[in-house]
């Protein structure tokens, strides 16, 4: 057989993937693309090696059989001639992955929503065909060029399914009860994984990490009531992420059906923009010819808020509600709660 | 859930759609048929219509619809046609139909469509017009051993007439 020697030009490192490094590639088919790149290490066991390599080529085969226009698409595999390197082909997502604006604060619901309505399409399609994700995180979702989400980073992908179960892995803050309890994973420990994802996109990660990590409470049951919201999430959203959160797996919201029905349901939700420097809080929304502002801010020990119509051109500034003076944060969070809830 | 069409024999089955469509979103009845015998209901669901931007509604719900069929094998669905309605057209039957355009357009890129109208379902099932068979309990509990609701009966009917 002639030796065939491939064009793909190898550029800048775009980030780590679950089991090697991105770069940005260059394919002569297929234009920009996604390289992940495998090599075997200076002191690395070639047995190892071989191991890891294996892994590659089976990640690329659960990609092909993943394919879906919610799935980071494989295009091909292309090994070195003098084998200590295999190169994953992909197709790139412009816009990276989710991890850098989940750690830049929490993203506005709307985007949130339209996030989880594209990964339920692809999740749906990877259950339908057998097959787990066991690693959905912020790090891996995807967005391409026109801000279309797609799951990605299938080092953990299985379709080696034992009775609809596969062995533990996966993001340890993102497993499920059961998956403590028995070690195995299912299509219902990945919507469970939906869940958490999307709760810490809606929060961001200064908020997520200020409450104490899942892998230390999840055990322990209960740990959807024990979450901790913004109070512009809205009470539908808190429905449908605690219902992905039940820690019976039978009674989990864990078709992707019924979470695009509920997802279907809040779609014309008011989305505000929230920012915090660390005390002061502030969320904006556009309304017709108004801005609406409502500011929670520190007052001594206690707490003020305020929400605001602001007139866009003309017009006059008009309080819509306010805390009555300061008040203590438990009060000022209910009544922001409240204003929001009467804002749907 | 079983449709007692006819007891004899079995042959290969195929998977079929039967579709209602309102504006508020699709009921879908999908079933094993097979050449002979009872039809297997496998599903009956709704998926409803997302409230908001229509246009991200609809590319939702086509997604919904194209991967329904295309993961599931749908040999052939059959869409509830649009019909002029004798009590006047309204914005509801507009965006009924607009629906029912992303409808066709969904399955019609993953399987098979027919546009079926109640009077066609009427001439080939039964002696009966189609709102007579939907409305008689009696039918659907002699018929069926499952509960199915008014509009996932008109869905249904769709496929025992294109039988």
Known sequence: MTDLVSALQIGKKLGNGHFGEVHLGEDPVHGPVAVKMYRALPDEDPAKWEARKAALLQEGVNLRKAKHRHVVQVHHIVSSQTDDAVHLVMELCERGSLQDRYEAGPLPTRDVHAIATDICHGLGALHDREMLHRDIKPG???????????????????????????????????????????????????????????????????????????????????????????????????????????????????????????????????????????????????????????????????????????PLARGVKRTLEASKGAVNKATA???????????? | MNLLADLDGAGMSERWLGVQVSGEGVIMVDAEVPKDGPITIVLDDSFKLA????????????????????????????????????GGMGKAHLSAAELRGVAIAALGSACEVNLVSKASVSRNFGDRKMDEYVKDESFWKENTDGKMRSGSREAAMLILASR
């Open chain 1, 140 to 310: 891996n979702l995807l967005m391409d060029g026109n801000g279309v989400a797609k799951l990605g980073d299938f080092g953990l992908v299985t379709d080696d399914i034992i009775l609809g179960y596969a062995d533990i892995a996966g993001y340890f803050d993102h497993l499920a009860p059961e998956v403590f309890e028995t070690g195995q994973t299912n299509s219902r420990s990945d919507f469970w994984a939906l869940g958490m994802t999307l709760y810490r996109l809606l929060h961001g990660d200064a908020w997520y990490r200020s409450s104490p990590a899942p892998r230390y409470l999840v055990r322990d049951l209960g740990y959807a009531n024990r979450l901790a919201w913004l109070p512009h999430i809205s009470s539908r959203w808190r429905r449908l992420i605690r219902a992905m959160l039940n820690d019976d797996p039978h009674a989990r919201l864990a078709t992707h059906g019924k979470v695009l029905d509920s997802l279907a349901a809040m779609a014309g939700d008011i989305c505000w923009e929230y920012e915090s420097d660390g005390t002061t809080s502030k969320w904006r929304r556009n309304a017709k010819d108004r801005l609406i502002e409502v500011i929670l801010e520190p007052a001594g020990k206690k707490w003020v808020w305020a929400a605001i119509s602001h």
């Open chain 1, 333 to 344: 969070d209910r009544g922001i709660r409240a204003f929001f809830e009467s804002c749907l």
């Open chain 2, 51 to 86: 409230k908001g931007d229509r246009a991200r509604a609809f590319c939702t719900m086509y997604s919904r619809l194209h991967d329904y069929a295309k993961e599931k094998g749908t040999k052939r669905a059959f869409i509830k046609e649009s019909a002029v309605s004798k």
